[in-house]
């Protein structure tokens, strides 16, 4: 009896993890918590406290924990829970998010770079922080001045704020030796992504 009390007083839990995963017209399809696919209405709120707001092409806004978020085709909203390792980040004045790291214990400025396959990093960075990069296979990248020798490596460790992960795929390119190191998506497809305004939270998923 006291378990079943406990039950009916317990507020409905709040949705950990939702995804958009289809849109019909005015209508979004969610999945929530890795449950069932399901198509919501605007205005409409589900058990775990999700509104959907509206749509628009390719996205939906949605209110999630009391505050409004927009997904795009195929992304997730990943709550925040004791112990996952997150990090803040705010754009500069070009829009860009421009944060301070590091690459094996040594300090590094990383450009966060959706559009970049690996993490990037010019030759000079990489003797700078004591890679043997000439070790790795070679290839070619396109750079700003043609094409450059590039070599693929693996990062022992990739550092920013509280996240680190470990045997991170990287690109040293021979490029422009004045470039910021790219943070790509080696690194941002382990992270739950959200941006807000003029910042960008990154939660560590796996």
Do not use: C
């Amino acid at each position: 009896m006291a378990v079943l009390a406990l039950a009916l007083l317990a507020p409905p839990g709040l949705a950990a993890e939702v995804a958009l995963v289809g849109l019909v017209g005015t209508r979004a399809i969610v999945v929530i918590d890795g449950g069932q696919p399901r198509t919501l209405a605007p205005g409409q709120k589900t058990a775990e406290g999700v509104v959907l707001l509206g749509t628009e092409k390719n996205a939906a806004s949605f209110e999630i924990d009391g505050r409004r978020r927009t997904l795009r085709m195929g992304s997730a909203y990943l709550a925040p829970g004791p112990g996952r390792q997150s990090v803040v980040l705010k754009a500069d004045a070009r829009g860009h998010f421009v944060t301070a790291g590091s690459i094996n214990g040594g300090s590094v400025r990383f450009l966060v770079d959706t559009g970049a396959t690996f993490v990037s990093l010019t030759a000079v960075e990489a003797k700078r922080l004591g890679i043997d990069y000439l070790r790795g296979a070679r290839g070619q990248v396109q750079t700003a001045n043609g094409l450059a020798a590039a070599y693929r490596v693996k990062l022992d460790t990739v550092k920013i704020g509280d996240i680190e992960l470990n045997n991170v795929d990287a690109v040293v390119s021979e490029g422009d030796a004045m470039g910021l190191t790219l943070l790509g998506m080696s690194f941002l497809n382990r992270m739950e992504m959200r941006r807000d305004s003029q910042s960008m939270t990154l939660t560590r998923r796996y």
